[in-house]
């Protein structure tokens, strides 16, 4: 089928010179199955594997014939070392001219026959730039000085290379852009000729590759579309979503409102600039974070119910969005189902961004209260710096925490043992966010009708996730480095 003939001298498969088929073999690599266990090094060992197959023969006039051979060994990807079968010579052969005993006699027909062609294209293709190539400069038009003008505004689109301007290399891109402008004139003039010129029969023995053809030009300059019933699009989409109606975002608009106004809520007070004692302290941001957890809880729950309620309070009984539904079963196969996920995930989605960022101004609160560098020279020599980790200029700040040093059981110890400044803050941090684990769901609240079992709560970051132990982390670090010094002076 592939018409290959190796007895024929004059055919292509048997040309000696120019380029070899081997070079555009598509499968050089589903060989490494066919030849499994011979060698690749091209040196035949003693009891190496030998694969019995035909080869092609030639004879002094360059005639081929199939005989017998066994394949010793690979000669890179294109070559087999054969072994003749009548006198025992050994011989390179192409592996395009050997055929395995267990190979498929016509994949490998058409595998020769695929290199022939591509090896056939590949030479016509260099023929005609071959011909391109030689052709003279001489008579094509020159490029005019608009054109350089044009050339140069749209190639110089950087500072680096506007700087090439004035310089020699810019010289050599304009002679390599005159040599490629007079080369596509000249491949023009060629590919007329090649279609229609007195002289285009010389090119015949060439085998030049046929010039592409021109599609023609359609009676109008449009396209049929399909036929789009938009009408049942919309039946269609107004199935699955419950954003249609003028209520439902009126409620969506109203939900994420609601929730604009408390994600900037604080769970700690930051902006403490005088010193106090632990316990005030601590009773300060303890006051804060259940503040702020009770917000959320009460305020925000019940701001977000009443602004559900009142959008959808006119959507009739048979609407899917009629929130004085009292069928489980309907509920759940309704919009206003989907609709009430949508709310808590945007609910999940504020309170996690609330405590991303009151969490971590507590964390840079704690930070810079502790930015002090302080070394202890003696119990009246004691060197203090504070230098602000945002800010340099700041250069002073009032500490945090406030103690004593005095006598207590015949020994000097501060008022506030020392643990406890380590501690306390990290305490802190632990039960504020302890506190926004329980904000509950809204669906019970606004389904007053439909009994939905156990009130469910919004899920919240957790004290095992990478942010908060991150967090976590650096408080006890920078608490640490502060409360050394204060266990150096006391010793």
Known sequence: TEDVDFSDPRHLVNRQRGLSISYFDPAPQGDHALLKGIPKSGKVSEGS???????????????????????LARRGTAKLLVEWADDRSRQESLRLHCLLEHEDIRAFCRRVGVCLRARTKAESYLRYNLFIDNM????????????????H?????????????SSASME???????TEYNRTINKMVLDAMLVDHAHKDGFRDLDLPKPPRKAAAPFLG??????????????????????DQREVIAALESVRAECGKVVGLPMFQNDLIKAMEVSEFSRIQNEQSKTTSQALKRVWSDKLRNGITDSLADIPESGDMYIGINDRQRFEASKLQRFLVTVNLVMEDTLRVLTENAFQKYVDFIHIATAYDVEVRGTKNVSITYTHPFNPEITERAPLFTLELGPVDGAFEYSTPVDKFEAEPVVLFDAALNMLHDVPQIASQVLRRLFL???????SVTEDSAMIVAMRASIEEDLQKACLPLREYIR
């Open 172 to 178: 050599s891109l304009m002679s390599e852009v005159t």
């Open 153 to 165: 505004s749209s190639a110089m689109n950087t500072e680096r290379l506007q700087k090439l301007k």
């Open 222 to 243: 449009t396209i049929t579309m399909p036929v789009y019933d938009y009408r049942e699009s919309v039946a269609a989409f107004r199935q699955v979503t419950f954003i």
């Open 453 to 459: 079992g156990k009130q469910k709560y919004m899920k």
């Open 136 to 151: 003279p400069f001489s008579g094509n038009p020159v490029i005019t000085d608009r054109q350089v003008v044009r050339i």
């Open 49 to 71: 594997k030998q694969l019995p197959a035909v080869a092609v023969w030639y004879d002094g006039d360059g005639r081929g014939s199939w005989k017998p051979c066994v394949v």
